[in-house]
């Protein structure tokens, strides 16, 4: 096990006129043991972060040091690729088409020129403890998808690695085997005793996997902390999309008293406690236009003519109406979108039988599970 720090890592790539900044003064810092999650949508820079910190890419400016010591600094590898006893698990697993598996798995081992007998006994080892030990003297085709993931874990952790990084490993896999394949890689870094790093655009594999995040937006890390306060408290509309889906309505607000009200049109009236806001340590008070935030597990909706007859959970309140869009079945319930009459805005929400288009719902919110968010800078009020 081996606790990583990245301190100001910054990365540009430069080809003809066009440069990129992939990353941009990334701080980081993992424990030794700690299984870090880094979420965040496609060329956000999880990929280039991973090559920094296995040492295939030179950050060009910044440090990367493991147990306190430089690896990379300022535009130079202090210690290679081959040096930093890392595993890694690509996507797309990279394993050679033309080695059977067992010759995959041995790889590594054979480029420290170990003797046949020790290359066995290993390879023989860690793929029973993957449970891929009928699948060595196939080729990586000849398994099934779910074992080729297998046979790349294998081959990254054959070395007894101190840090496992894994890009996006699963990816690849049927949503069937995706539970089966985090629940294995949680199992393995409890068995072998390892630091791992994942990268992911899926919320699933961090909330699964992880015990802190960071979240990875357009080359800057825009929160860390620990998944459900990242998902419950997020900083921005960025970082609550990352971490699942969300919904977002543009509101008026005005204070009225020790409240302030939130509306759209005449469709949506809710109040919230002033002191709700002012306790907070936000700097900014909600005025004009703003974004209210909620996650579509947060809103309730009931058919108007059924209103009042359900009990409701503790919190929520009646905060308007809304009509109908669309319904669609989605994954054992009903995914419903609303909008508002005489307004471009709409939301999402799940509900447990179809509505019908055009149905008019009464919406009801928790003022607990709602945040809002600056319009023009999508930062939390909040
Ligand atoms: N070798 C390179 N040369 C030039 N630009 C690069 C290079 N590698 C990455 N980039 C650019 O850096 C940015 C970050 O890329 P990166 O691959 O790290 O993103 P990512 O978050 O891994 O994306 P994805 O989820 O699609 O894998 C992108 O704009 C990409 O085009
Ligand atoms: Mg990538």
């Known amino acids: 096990m081996v606790q990583i720090n990245i301190e100001n890592v910054t990365k540009k790539f430069e080809k003809k006129n066009k440069v990129t900044m992939a990353l941009q003064h990334i701080n980081l810092d993992i424990d030794s043991g700690e299984f870090f999650g880094i979420l965040g949508s496609s060329g956000s820079g999880k990929t280039t972060l991973m090559r920094i910190i296995a040492g295939l890419e030179i950050p060009t400016e ?33 394993l050679y088409p ?6 995959n798995i041995a790889f590594p081992l054979r480029i420290m020129r170990l003797k046949e007998s020790a290359v066995n006994r290993r390879v023989k080892e860690i793929a029973e403890l993957l449970d891929i030990s009928e699948v060595l003297n196939k080729h990586p085709k000849e398994a099934s998808g779910g074992q080729q993931q297998r046979v790349a874990y294998a081959r990254a952790l054959v070395k007894n690695p101190a840090l496992l990084l894994l890009d996006e490993p699963f990816s690849n896999l049927d949503a069937t085997i995706k539970d089966v394949a985090r629940k294995y890689t949680k199992e393995l870094q409890n068995i072998l005793g390892f630091t791992a790093i994942i990268v992911s655009h899926d919320p699933a594999d961090i909330f699964s996997l992880s015990r802190q995040v960071g979240v990875i937006n357009k080359s800057l890390i825009m929160q860390t902390g620990k998944p459900i306060d990242v998902f419950t408290d997020p ?44 306790k907070s340590d936000t700097i900014e008070y909600p005025a004009g236009e703003v974004l209210l935030g909620f996650r579509p597990s947060d809103v309730i909706v009931i058919p108007s003519d059924m209103a009042g007859s359900s009990d409701l959970p503790r919190g929520f309140k009646e905060c308007g109406e809304a009509e109908v869009a669309i319904s669609s079945y989605y994954q054992g319930s009903f995914r419903v979108t609303l909008s508002f009459k005489d307004s471009s805005e709409s939301f999402f929400c799940f509900h447990n039988t179809p509505l019908q288009p055009g149905e008019k719902v009464n919406i009801y919110l928790n003022p607990d599970l709602i945040h809002l968010f600056n319009a023009k800078t999508n930062k939390i009020i909040f």
């Open 235 to 278: 900083v921005s509309i960025e970082v609550a999309r990352s971490t699942g889906e969300y919904n977002t309505i543009l509101v008026n607000v005005k204070e009225n008293g020790l409240r302030y009200n939130l509306s759209v049109g005449n469709m949506l009236n809710m109040d919230i406690d002033i002191s709700k806001v002012k």
């Open 98 to 103: 033309h080695l059977t598996n067992f010759e």
């Open 62 to 94: 910044g440090t990367v040091s493991f147990d306190q010591k430089p690896v990379s600094k300022d535009n130079k590898i202090i210690t290679e690729v081959e040096d930093r006893n890392i595993g890694m698990v690509f996507q797309n697993w990279a």
